[in-house]
């Protein structure tokens, strides 16, 4: 079973950085096409960044293109999302997912439903 546990959250100002980490366990890091998603309260669910499993593959959304950078450290386990340029409306729960069957290295995921392991969030506040 894949565990992802997520840190690196924080209130900060608009204009700064934040780097979240997301550490894997439960199954061979390499083997696992990662991504990263945010909810604000009221709001759905959104997709922000994916990542392949080789990390030769990667996806933002239109609207942290940019701005935000996903990276993966496959010798330590940990998937990355370095935050510059934070905008109050960046403030959300991050949540870290898994793709369990990402049979081809060099394919990124964006639809939440192609995820079956998740975080339990961090959450991000971005003051104005």
């Known amino acids: 079973q894949v565990q992802l546990v997520e840190s690196g959250g924080g209130l900060v100002q608009a204009g700064a950085s934040l780097r979240l980490s997301c550490a894997a366990s439960?199954?061979?890091?390499?083997?696992?096409?990662m991504g990263w998603f945010r909810q604000a309260p009221g709001k759905e669910r959104e997709f922000v960044g994916a990542?392949?499993?080789?990390?030769?593959?990667?996806w933002y959304a239109d609207s942290v293109t940019g701005r935000f950078t996903i990276s993966r450290d496959n010798a330590k386990n940990t998937v990355y999302l370095q935050l510059n340029s934070l905008k109050p409306e960046d403030t959300a729960t991050y949540y870290c997912?898994?793709?369990?069957?990402?049979?081809?290295?060099?394919?990124?995921?964006?639809?939440?439903?192609?995820?079956?392991?998740w975080g339990q969030g961090t959450q991000v506040t971005v003051s104005s």
């Open positions: 997912a898994a793709v369990l069957s990402a049979y081809n290295s060099a394919f990124v995921y964006q639809a939440a439903r192609d995820y079956g392991a």
């Open positions: 439960g199954r061979t890091f390499s083997s696992l096409a």
């Open positions: 990542i392949s499993r080789s990390g030769s593959g990667t």
